[in-house]
């Protein structure tokens, strides 16, 4: 019986993505303002570790591209550190090729556009500084566009209503091929689970409110099925 | 010898800073931009927790008040969690009276001077946006000259250059009782130690390379000396 539990476990229809590379991101960016003041986005990394953990559990090699986070490296997944979204974009480049990418970071959409090399200084009754932003590099779009476009692109959406509406939109705009919808309106930022639908050219699955490892696990079985 | 040796830690002696309310800052803060987005400081919390345990492990009953941070809760200590440095401001207010302050959290000095209840949005060929920031309140100057000030105040500083001359300067600005001068210029942010210089009314000490936890102990030890 246990010969026969590895058995399954190392079979071909144990580990259905092996052979396969895998790229996800994941974790919050931080954009520099100087040397100790950085802009960032709230995101465990809980969600897209636990993909890469399912990816790897199916026989992928995964490479994981996380922002920082204090959720522990996933056994037996290449993991690369980044802080900023030009850094996870050059690190996503550098992985490719990829069959598969899952693309669950939250990036920032903008960065600081004169990040200061030297620490702002409060002088003392001078005004507040303004932070002019400038638009970061779009990973999923790029991604999604790129002459070494992995063949199934899956990003990420957290939306706090019309979801669904949102997230098929967000599919044609990006290019990607599915979307991840992630109804975060209960506040579960950080939380241990999540209700997504999972939204694909062909329409959309709504799935239970889950614990994230089961949205990671079904997410990564419906993947291997897609490239089966 | 074994109970020799709980006795000169129950013993007087041994718990010099008994009957005394320390009240402990520690961590960053985080000031929102929108309810996904904020501006943090890089600090690890490790060098304030650290004299919050040393302070309680001299006897003292130890408020801290510690801003978003991964490092444990110290054993025997009353922690409030807060995220903004106006929550931060408040909490230590409420905490007053209070016989000893050490102001050893990294306070933003600005925060976004109009933080959106809703999600900003990156609309499609749309510029990217403007922070304007708005002065914080100043922790440390406000104990410093409240009505129920400590009966011993101490700041901190973080330094990459004229370390002590800054220090000075800052001790007097901020009409606190001692800096503690933190030469960061070997990037020791988020580290296991720090070399620090104290800066009092009289003079200097210039401490060696210490690990954090041994900084926290020497700095309890000269409050305890400085009430005794």
């Given at each position: 019986?246990?010969?026969?539990?590895?058995?399954?476990?190392?079979?071909?229809?144990?580990?259905?993505?092996?052979?396969r590379h895998a790229l996800v991101t994941s974790?919050?960016?931080?954009?520099?303002?100087?040397?100790?003041?950085?802009?960032?986005?709230?995101?465990?990394?809980?969600?897209g570790h636990?993909i890469a953990a399912?990816l790897a559990?199916?026989?992928a090699r995964v490479t994981l591209v996380s922002?920082?986070?204090?959720?522990?490296d996933p056994p037996g997944v290449t993991v690369l550190r980044v802080?900023?979204?030009?850094?996870?974009?050059?690190a996503c480049?550098a992985a490719l090729?990829a069959?598969i990418?899952v693309?669950?970071?939250?990036?920032?959409?903008?960065?600081?556009?004169?990040?200061?090399?030297?620490?702002?200084?409060?002088?003392?009754?001078?005004?507040?500084?303004?932070?002019?932003?400038?638009?970061?590099?779009?990973?999923?779009?790029?991604?999604?566009?790129?002459?070494?476009?992995?063949?199934?692109?899956?990003?990420?959406?957290?939306?706090?209503?019309?979801?669904?509406?949102?997230?098929?939109?967000?599919?044609?705009?990006?290019?990607?091929?599915?979307?991840?919808?992630?109804?975060?309106?209960?506040?579960?930022?950080?939380?241990?689970?999540?209700?997504?639908?999972?939204?694909?050219?062909?329409?959309?699955?709504?799935?239970?409110?889950?614990?994230?490892?089961?949205?990671?696990?079904?997410?990564?079985?419906?993947?291997?099925?897609?490239?089966?």
């Amino acid at each position: 019986e246990i010969l026969a539990a590895i058995e399954a476990i190392l079979s071909p229809a144990g580990r259905p993505l092996a052979g396969r590379h895998a790229l996800v991101t994941s974790g919050p960016t931080h954009e520099p303002i100087d040397p100790v003041r950085y802009i960032a986005n709230r995101s465990s990394g809980k969600q897209g570790h636990a993909i890469a953990a399912a990816l790897a559990a199916l026989g992928a090699r995964v490479t994981l591209v996380s922002g920082p986070v204090v959720v522990p490296d996933p056994p037996g997944v290449t993991v690369l550190r980044v802080e900023s979204a030009r850094e996870m974009l050059a690190a996503c480049e550098a992985a490719l090729p990829a069959d598969i990418a899952v693309m669950a970071a939250a990036v920032a959409d903008w960065r600081v556009a004169q990040a200061s090399t030297q620490k702002l200084k409060k002088a003392p009754g001078a005004a507040a500084p303004i932070l002019e932003m400038a638009l970061n590099p779009d990973i999923l779009a790029t991604l999604s566009r790129h002459q070494r476009r992995p063949g199934l692109v899956i990003g990420f959406a957290a939306e706090t209503e019309k979801v669904v509406e949102h997230a098929r939109e967000k599919r044609l705009r990006k290019g990607c091929d599915w979307i991840v919808a992630n109804d975060v309106s209960g506040g579960v930022m950080g939380g241990e689970s999540n209700t997504v639908h999972l939204v694909t050219a062909g329409g959309v699955e709504d799935w239970p409110e889950l614990p994230k490892a089961a949205v990671a696990e079904r997410l990564a079985q419906r993947i291997a099925q897609a490239l089966g």
